[in-house]
């Protein structure tokens, strides 16, 4: 069955430090998310990306934060300048269509755990 | 903005007992979902309830939508060990998804 995939699992970075989060969505699926979720909280949406664009963002995702898809498999997150309240769980989502679409189910991947120090 | 308010957010079941989740959202929801999670795993997608009167069901689990009451529930009949997870929902405005804040459920012998 298809999934999604994202690299590292976990990730330590030193405050300041930029990092990039990487995510392989589903195959044929046309619309990339983002979330966090900080340790034992809720699951915030950060951004939307779609037809290499981004389509929503949150409040959350200030000029720190920067989505790409390189190439035609990875979608990536990037921080720049790390912070220490960046420190969550980052998920990676894909789904065929929008959210507001017929085929909405989201699926996600594993996480990546982004410890800032 | 949509804000999405989960009750309770955390309960402890006997196994075999029946008992609800409530999800209320204060705006227009487009959808609402409901998602599980065990602990540090990803969120695994239960139900994606479209329109009024929604109701989705999969073995012990049901949820349903009232959109004039902006009120999703989840019920769980004749709970099990293995349902012991947190359980999310979530809405959508806008292609926005907001979440609850979850529901840490530990169902017990």
């Known amino acids: 069955e298809p999934e999604v995939t994202q690299t590292p699992s976990h990730q330590v970075t030193q405050m300041g430090q930029e990092v990039i989060l990487r995510c392989v969505p589903i195959s044929n699926h046309l619309y990339f998310y983002w979330y966090r979720q900080i340790l034992g909280q809720k699951v915030e949406f950060l951004v939307s990306f779609y037809n290499n664009e981004i389509s929503e963002k949150s409040e959350i995702f200030d000029d720190q934060f920067s989505v790409e898809r390189p190439d035609g498999s990875n979608f990536t997150l990037k921080i720049r300048s790390t912070k220490l309240e960046d420190s969550a769980m980052y998920f990676c989502?894909?789904?065929?269509?929008?959210?507001?679409?017929?085929?909405?189910?989201?699926?996600f991947g594993p996480g990546t755990r982004l410890t800032v120090l | 903005e949509l804000k999405v308010e989960q009750n309770p957010l955390f309960l402890s079941m006997q196994e075999g007992k029946n008992y609800t989740i409530y999800c209320n959202y204060s705006t227009t929801s487009d959808r609402l979902y409901w998602y599980r999670q065990d602990p540090g795993k990803s969120l695994e997608s239960l139900f994606v309830?479209?329109?009024?009167?929604a109701v989705k069901q999969e073995g012990r689990l049901m949820a349903s939508l009232d959109t004039k009451a902006r009120l999703s529930t989840l019920h769980i009949t004749a709970a099990v060990h293995d349902l012991s997870a947190t359980y999310f929902c979530a809405g959508l405005n806008n292609n926005d998804m907001r979440f609850g804040a979850g529901t840490r459920l530990t169902v017990k012998p």
């Open positions: 309830l479209l329109s009024n009167g």
């Open positions: 989502a894909s789904s065929y269509s929008g959210l507001a679409g017929v085929y909405n189910e989201q699926f």
